[in-house]
């Protein structure tokens, strides 16, 4: 009967040893998922301010295609003026 035991407490012993394995490996892949879950809300949060950075200079963008045209004009405007001017005046005398 001691044989027996031996082999029982061997057993048990084997079988003790690998639940301790499973319960620190299910421990770490916890840990490992909660870093995961983290990261991966950091990285939305990161995504949602370079979207709402991107529509602010697509807007700037567009804000200054606007001022661009209407200086486009004004300036248009005023080589128009300068050349009647120019072609008003009487020509210079030698």
Do not use: C, W, Y
């Not at 490992?32 to 990261?39: G, H, K, N, S, V």
């Not at 295609?65 to 050349?83: F, H, M, P, Q, T």
């Amino acid at each position: 009967m001691p044989e027996q035991n031996g082999n029982r407490d061997t057993r048990l012993d084997r079988i003790e040893r690998a639940l301790e394995l499973m319960v620190d490996d299910h421990e770490r892949f916890r840990h490992d998922l909660q870093q995961l879950l983290t990261a991966q809300v950091l990285q939305k949060d990161a995504l949602k301010q370079q979207a709402k950075l991107a529509e602010h200079h697509t807007q700037q963008i567009l804000a200054l295609r606007e001022k661009d045209a209407a200086l486009d004009a004004r300036v248009d405007n005023l080589v128009s003026a300068i050349g009647e001017l120019i072609r008003r005046l009487p020509p210079p005398q030698q």
